[in-house]
């Protein structure tokens, strides 16, 4: 049964669904968030629906600044902002009369499953970890698409935005994804094609962020501490065709973290998960059943 929820993080509203197992007891619990910019009804009910009928208690949010959530600075994609609304919800989760609150495990996708690397290491309340094509070292990942020279070019950007925005001038903003060959944070074909297919009608979601926000995700090493992990039983589903997260990226993060761990790469690319998809049915299963083995 899904209903909708509420909670607060930093004096904004999150926004997002609740799943409840039928006669839920002390239940287990996992909280979901989604990739940069995406919201919750970007497919992720399939995984949400798996959960709950697995036994988990699911909550699944939108960020501050983000689809149903309050915050009026739409597309603005802090990461340390949505480390917060991670720990709110974890929080809300946790409160639940059916929910065993030592028994919350995390999963996140893309810009949120370097999130759950990076929570995973400092979040005690978090006890087991999914991470769907993480992000990894958006610097590193950022090079890998523009190359040096267009890195530098998105420095001399950023460093004039923050001059601007110093000054008190508003930021400027740059789109999520655009016509090949237009500016984009997600310049890749197949990133322009996933969102426009599943986006077009949808009011929760923007299509920009601010540069602002640029500059923090460049800044932001998401498996700097991946090692600290350990004990936490830890899962990362990674794309050997990613065009956005280089899978040597994954595969050099993932031999740095302490066991229990398992890497599952798919023969697919970094969109090819979600519901709808031809890899979301074996993916989801694979998900459902580490929690279920571990929480």
């Known amino acids: ?42 497919g992720l009910t399939g995984f949400a629906e798996t959960f709950c009928a697995a036994g988990f208690v699911v909550v699944v949010f939108d960020y501050r600044f983000q689809g149903e959530s309050d915050g ?44 759950a690397l990076f ?18 070292a958006l610097a590193r990942a950022l090079l890998a698409l523009a190359g040096r020279e267009g890195f530098a070019y998105y420095l001399d950007v950023l460093a004039q935005d923050f001059t601007a925005r110093n000054a008190g001038a508003e930021g400027g903003k740059i789109p999520i994804v655009a016509p090949p060959g237009e500016p984009a944070i997600l310049s890749t074909p197949d990133s322009y094609d ?33 090692d600290l992990v350990t004990p936490k039983p830890l899962l990362i589903q990674a794309a050997v065709h990613d065009s956005l997260i280089p899978i040597e990226h994954v595969r050099e993060a993932f031999s740095r973290a302490g066991e229990p761990k398992k890497l599952v790469e798919y023969d697919g690319g970094h969109f090819d998960f979600y519901t709808g998809e ?18």
């Open 1 to 42: 049964m899904r209903t909708d929820i509420s909670f607060t993080s930093h004096g904004l509203t999150c926004r997002g669904w609740l799943y409840r197992p039928q006669n839920a007891e002390n239940a287990p619990a996992i909280v979901m968030s989604h990739g940069l910019s995406a919201v919750k009804e970007l």
């Open 72 to 115: 009026a600075e739409r597309g603005r994609i802090i990461p340390q902002e949505q480390h917060d609304d991670i720990r709110a919800a974890i929080t809300y989760t946790a409160a639940l009369p059916e929910v065993d609150a030592e028994r919350i495990g995390y999963w996140g996708s893309s810009y949120s499953g370097g999130h």
């Open 119 to 136: 929570l995973g290491a400092f979040e005690p309340r978090i006890k087991v970890v999914v991470s769907q094509v993480p992000a990894i």
């Open 194 to 226: 996933w969102f426009m297919k599943n986006c077009e009608g949808l009011p929760g979601w923007v299509n920009y962020m601010t540069l602002e926000s640029v500059a923090r995700m460049a800044e932001y090493w998401p498996a700097a501490f991946i």
């Open 278 to 295: 031809r890899l979301h049915g074996e993916v989801v299963k694979e998900a459902a059943a580490w929690f279920k083995a571990h929480l």
